[in-house]
């Protein structure tokens, strides 16, 4: 965010500059500087401004910025060992701060502007109220989210259930979700009790 | 033509878009929230613009 800022203060000073007396531009030096400050400096900023934003837009309080997904995060606090989603939270099998991100992306090449662009989807739609009741995946959650994690995992290549079914698994013919209870239920969210985190 | 050249005769317009644009952005970049998500897109077409016109004042060569 610093880095954003100085090239930011930069090119606005020189700018100003520009604005108030453009014969500055005449010399060969002037045409660097204002090089410098309408095309560098702007470029240097939006490009760290956008790695910043795509950084922060991984995280739960970005997410829970639209209220729907609000029992989603809060979810991710029952107390109950075979909730999936709350025990992979509550254990840092994924980031604290990035837990939505670190099961809801595609690992794949271009994964990230992938799920940014279907998040542009979802917010459009949100802003159009036309998200259905109950949110679902667009389609079936994909084994290479779990591998991704758990693939080369000791616990997960000697165990005899995954052995016996690892190329179904890898081809996504078996799906993990099948046999993991995955449910954030939200459903009975007001019957669960929750793990208070406690502060450090 | 002459319009293009009325756009970016002096660095005014183009100064503008850009200084608004960085002031959006910066500003965003302290808001963890769908709409600074949304702003911050916005901020960056100002800018995109504004360095648009600087090329093509490059390109025309429309010196003040």
């Known amino acids: 965010m610093g880095v954003v800022f100085i090239f930011a203060i930069l090119a606005v000073i020189l700018i100003i500059l520009f604005m108030i007396k453009s014969s500055l531009a005449v010399s060969k030096g002037g045409k660097i500087l204002a090089f410098l400050a309408f095309l560098i400096f702007p470029v240097l900023a939006l490009g760290f401004g956008t790695m910043t934003h795509l950084d922060n837009s991984k995280t739960i309080a970005f997410c829970t910025s639209c209220h729907v997904m609000n029992d989603y995060a809060e979810s991710l606090y029952i107390d109950d060992p075979d909730n999936l989603p709350a025990v992979h939270f509550q254990n840092n099998g994924v980031s604290q701060k990035e837990a939505c991100y670190k099961c809801h992306t595609t690992y794949t090449p271009f994964g990230d502007l992938e799920i940014k662009l279907t998040g542009m989807v979802h917010v459009i739609q949100y802003y159009l109220g036309k998200y259905p009741e109950n949110i679902h995946l667009h389609k079936p959650f994909n084994n290479r989210e779990c591998l991704h994690c758990h693939g080369n995992a000791r616990s997960f290549l000697t165990d005899e259930k995954h052995k016996s079914i690892m190329q179904k698994l890898t081809a996504n013919e078996v799906f993990c979700l099948s046999c993991h209870s995955y449910k954030h239920d939200i459903e009975n969210l007001d019957k669960h009790t929750f793990w208070e985190k406690p502060e450090k | ?64």
């Open chain 2, 1 to 64: 033509m002459s319009f293009i050249n009325k756009l970016t005769k002096d660095f005014k317009l183009m100064g503008i878009l850009i200084i608004v644009g960085l002031f959006i952005e910066v500003l965003t970049l302290i808001w963890i929230h769908h709409i600074a998500f949304l702003s911050f897109v916005v901020g960056g077409l100002c800018l995109v613009l504004g360095m648009l016109l600087f090329v093509v004042k490059i390109f025309f060569k429309t010196n003040p």
